[in-house]
């Protein structure tokens, strides 16, 4: 014994060393399958994109949409609340970004953004709250007409959905 | 113990012994265990909480074979249930209201421990798996209300789930795999409801062990001192088992009233409006049992640092259960029992009437005094771990403790 223990390595290290790598890999391999079938399956990941017809939201309403299982805000805004959404100071922002930034060019009136508060998901009230904007009654986070986080415990503004319009009142999201 | 042990009466008994020793395991762990002879009421909780597990699981196991799993089905099955199924409207009540009276016994136990010191030397292991069982009750207790799937269910796993996405950089996938879409829905239902069958087993796996863990330095005792001989105990059976008993009959007053009388009060009204992903009830309320983390969650809603508000939130509920766990190494006072700890019990006092404030202000909208009010209790929770233990053990000056548990109750009985 005493005389084998001074051999540093030999065959016998190796494939215990070998067999037991193989065997993790064959376990995480086995694994995997076990965790990853919890991730959106296939019916999920079909409804990932969506046209809508903006036509028939007069100024000043929204409706709410569903996008992939969450629902999403399409708000007709009105002058005075574009006007109050680009006179903020950037410098305010907890989540520096310009009304710009949000909207399309030349689409400025159409706000669409996820209908879920970033703080842990509720949906917050439209029109209403310190800013004008949306207010999340569940932990009290507001938001302003530009859909920016101003007060609360929300980390993050309202997320915009990746969207294009292909005319002027067709948009296609996701 | 070598006075009672046991001794095969039959030959059958002999040979069964010989080959699996249950009858005398049962007799030494569940009749001749000796026992402090001074335990009160408060130590009665422990059965009262196996005695709510069985409610639970037996309840929960005949509901599974009325239930639905889907988001078409669930909230109708659930009616039916309670309209159509044999006796189901009190099953129902009893498995609701059941998980209410389980928190409630789980609340008792775990304050009785916090106070007489039982979590101290050579209890941690013992603590520390109870402090498991709690946390994993309060899984298993959350995903039961998303199954009913009203709007409290939906925005509550919505709410709680989100929680995970706080985590840096792979939150969102994390999110996703825990909701199995991009939004809480069928999948989701479908896994809570397999957890939701399984964990209750899990968690009577670690009872058994957390038994085990009791059962090796034996019951602490309310003046703490150990057992020093066998005048301190008295065997488990009858003396124990019958206050048990007594105790079980006593709490089950209380949970057949809520059964019969009042079986949705300590639900949400909003819970039997069918779940809708479009709109928010007005103020989400988890239940009662899990208001004051939730209240903790909350309290943090400014950045500190480069860490957000939202993953503050997060980082302040998993530090408020981290406290439980650690509680054995912050006390290290040597004295275990509140009793003979006369600043402790004050500020045991105070933690305690803390704690009810953070329940009160989880219902609480999140406005004007109650957010302030919520800051102010989540700052006394972790100061009274991380700041009152730790001095306290140092600085105070404990009551000079009785010599043994016989002499302390046979001098109350001269007094």
Known sequence: MAEQAQHSTNRRDFIFVATGAVGAVGAAAVVWPLINQLNPDASTLALASIEFDLSAIPEGQSVTITWRGLPVFVRHRTQAEIDEARAVQIADLKDPQTDEERTKPDHAQWLIMVANCTHLGCVPLGQSGDFDGWFCPCHGSHYDTSGRIRQGPAPTNLVVPPYEFISDTLVQIG | ????????????????????????????????????????????????????????????????????????????????????????????????????????????????????????????????????????????????????????????????????????????????????????????????????????????????????????????????????????????????????????????????????????????????????????????VPEWYLLPFYTILRAIDFNVLFINSQLGGVIAMALSMIALLVVPWLDTAKVRSGLFRPVFKWFYLLFLINFIGLTYLGAQPAEGIYVVLAKVCTAYYFIHFFVVLPVLSRIEKPLPLPTSISENVLGKAHA
């Open chain 2, 1 to 284: 113990m070598s006075e009672h042990s046991y001794v095969p009466g039959t030959a059958a008994e002999k040979w069964l012994d010989d080959r699996l020793p249950v009858a005398r395991f049962a007799k030494e762990h569940l009749m001749d265990f000796p026992t402090p002879k001074n335990l009160n009421y408060w130590w009665t909780f422990g059965a009262i909480l196996v005695m709510c597990l069985a409610v639970q699981i037996v309840t929960g196991i005949i509901l599974a074979m009325h239930y639905t799993p889907n988001v078409a089905m669930a909230f109708d099955s659930v009616e039916h249930i309670r309209r159509d199924v044999n006796g189901g409207r009190i099953i129902q009540a009893t498995h609701a209201v059941g998980a209410s009276m389980f928190f409630l016994a789980l609340y008792v136990h775990i304050f009785r421990n916090l106070f007489f010191g039982s979590y101290k030397a050579p209890r941690e292991i013992l603590y520390i798996i109870g402090v498991i069982i709690f946390i994993l009750t309060m899984a298993t207790a959350f995903m039961g209300y998303v199954l009913p799937w009203g709007q409290m269910s939906f925005w509550g796993a919505t709410v709680i789930t989100n929680i995970f996405s706080a985590i840096p950089v792979v939150g969102e996938s994390v999110l996703q795999l825990l909701r199995g879409g991009f939004a809480v829905g069928n999948p989701t239902l479908n896994r809570f409801f397999s957890l939701h069958y399984l964990l209750p087993f899990v968690i009577a796996a670690l009872v058994a062990l957390h038994i085990w863990a009791l059962h090796v330095p034996g019951n602490n005792n309310p003046i703490g001192v150990d057992v020093k001989s066998t005048r301190d105990t008295v065997p488990f059976h009858p003396y124990y088992t019958m206050k048990d008993l007594f105790a079980m009959v006593l709490f089950m007053i209380p949970f057949a009233w809520f059964i019969f009388f009042a079986p949705d009060i300590l639900g949400h009204p909003d819970n039997y409006i069918q779940a809708n992903s479009q709109v928010t009830p007005a103020h989400i």
